[in-house]
């Protein structure tokens, strides 16, 4: 499984912007999908997972704040985030469980994209 995170960027805190994770080869839709960042000097952090029943999982910090879907036509795995705040500023990390339920460890996932950094201005 391939997987490319696209969509970061620079902004203001209190914007929206959305990432995106391109999956390949289509098998992919069986797998749990999730997104994990990690900020300068800190460990790597949850963020949110989608299983293929579209159960979705998401970390404390973002709960209400930020939405992940998946669009299977399209072999790709979204991350809404609104209200942005200035520490959501880190590198965002899309992954892929092939086995399993959605899970908030790291160490579950088989597959890491490359990342994308986000930026929230004050």
């Known amino acids: 499984v391939q997987l490319q995170a696209s969509g970061g960027g620079l902004v203001q805190a209190g914007v929206s912007l959305r990432l995106s994770c391109a999956a390949s080869p289509p098998t992919y839709s069986r797998y749990v999908m999730g997104w994990f960042r990690q900020a300068p000097g800190k460990e790597r952090e949850f963020v949110a997972a989608?299983?293929?029943?579209?159960?979705?999982y998401y970390g404390e910090s973002v709960k209400g704040r930020f939405t992940i879907s998946r669009d299977y036509a399209k072999n790709t795995v979204y991350l809404q985030m609104n209200s942005l705040k200035p520490e959501d500023t880190a590198v965002y990390y899309c992954?892929?469980?092939?086995?399993?339920?959605?899970?908030?460890?790291?160490?579950?996932?088989?597959?890491w994209g490359q990342g994308t950094l986000v930026t929230v201005s004050s």
């Open positions: 992954a892929a469980r092939q086995r399993g339920a959605g899970s908030v460890t790291g160490n579950d996932y088989d597959y």
């Open positions: 989608i299983q293929w029943s579209s159960i979705t």
